[in-house]
């Protein structure tokens, strides 16, 4: 069994700064990759940043310039330092971790931009 907590979210007003911390624990021998997506209320889940073992890195476009994803391989934590946060930022945000052949999510932590 493999558990992920985030851990992180709250209010912040436009502008501000949050980060987001995601710790795997349970049965892991190594963790590929990391990411966190993003869920608002009636909309689809998205992909927000994604971080290979190695370090390589992707993000959503609306995002880009203002998150920065990272990990530590030796915690088996996954980070996303959150930036000139916007309204439109305002989530559910999922960490997710691919061990093997296999994908595991976090129950979510919510994140609120709002004055």
């Known amino acids: 069994q493999v558990q992920l907590v985030e851990s992180g979210g709250g209010l912040v007003q436009p502008g501000g700064s949050l980060m987001l911390s995601c710790a795997a624990s349970?049965?892991?021998?190594?963790?590929?990759?990391m990411g966190w997506y993003r869920q608002a209320p009636g909309k689809e889940r998205e992909l927000v940043a994604i971080?290979?073992?190695?370090?390589?890195?992707n993000y959503a476009d609306s995002v880009k310039g203002r998150f920065t994803i990272s990990r530590d391989n030796a915690k088996n934590t996954v980070y996303l330092q959150m930036n000139s946060l916007k309204p439109e930022d305002t989530a559910d945000y999922y960490c997710?971790?691919?061990?093997?052949?296999?994908?595991?999510w976090g129950k979510g932590t919510l994140v609120t931009v709002s004055s």
């Open positions: 997710n971790v691919q061990i093997k052949a296999r994908t595991y």
């Open positions: 349970g049965s892991i021998f190594r963790i590929n990759d």
């Open positions: 971080i290979s073992r190695g370090g390589s890195t």
